[in-house]
């Protein structure tokens, strides 16, 4: 069985052998009230026998008790949020999804598998990513049996499997994309963390398929640079947001000059040449662009 992922990957599983099935069971309580009149009949005809010293009724007294022991070896409590795999000689027979008292075939055995809604969280792992560098994450999946007899009888333990697969997956996608964009457009783990847990929960669903597992939901739980290089990243993100800030203010500031002049020319305030204008955009561009405070300088003189 092959599933595709979106993020390219097919992802390979054996095709699966069995699949869940009603079991042939009943109500329990009216067998329950058949086996306790049987026994109590049994009991009964037992004691006339013995009283009447008949040995032909007391044998039939001992069988017909013995068949109400087997009718209530037949009854199974099942659970809610649980659910029955019914086995006869190691043959699949079905599985029993209502719940309370039921009745089966007394010579079958019912194996016991939650239905119930599950997490699981995996450890934090150190991987690199699609750009080598080296991360931690982690993440946690919400996830369900969907069938038990897949569950039961397509691997050997169907919570180790889907914690094993899990963290598979988790790995997989911390080496498919990089912790941050290098470029516009790029997905990355930091920037695109919807489309990735929703990459990451559709690769664990084709992973435990096979083992009748649904996955509802997957989440990042951790998502860090390693250790040993996140000061350096650090210390590259602040020098980036520097860079940004700066090139904004310079933007700004080129605005506010071209405004300024614009003003200027429009209201007749001066008249000012080509040098006297480019000594005002410098003295306004080092003005607004300065991280410290101006120190103004009157000049009583002229320009020359």
Partial sequence: MTAHVPNGVDVEMPVPQVVERPADDRS?????????????LALT????????????????AVAIFVVGLVTLIGLTAVAPGQ???VQLLGRYQGTIRTDGLRWVNPFTTRARISTRIR????????????????IEIAAVVVWQVQDTA?????VDDF????AIQTETAVRHIANSYP???????QMSLRDNADEVTGTLATEIAARVASAGVRIIESRLTRLAYAPEIAQAMLRRQQAGAVVAARARIVDGAVGMVEAALARLSENDVVELDEER??????????????DRDAQPVVNAGSLY
Avoid at 46 to 54: D, I, K, N, Q, S
Avoid at 277 to 290: D, E, I, Y
């Fill in 179 to 185: 912790y941050e964009p290098a470029g516009e457009g």
């Fill in 83 to 85: 659910a029955r795999v």
């Fill in 150 to 154: 897949r569950a039961k009888f397509e």
């Fill in 277 to 290: 204008k480019a000594v005002m955009v410098s003295n306004l561009l080092v003005v607004l662009c300065g």
């Fill in 159 to 162: 919570v180790e499997f889907v």
């Fill in 45 to 60: 005809l037992f004691g006339v026998a013995v009283t009447r010293e008949a040995g032909g009724l007391a044998a039939v």
């Fill in 28 to 40: 329990g309580w009216a067998m329950l009230g058949l086996a306790v009149g049987l026994l109590v």
């Fill in 119 to 134: 997490n699981h969280e995996t450890g934090v792992a150190k991987v690199n990513d699609a750009d080598g560098n080296p």
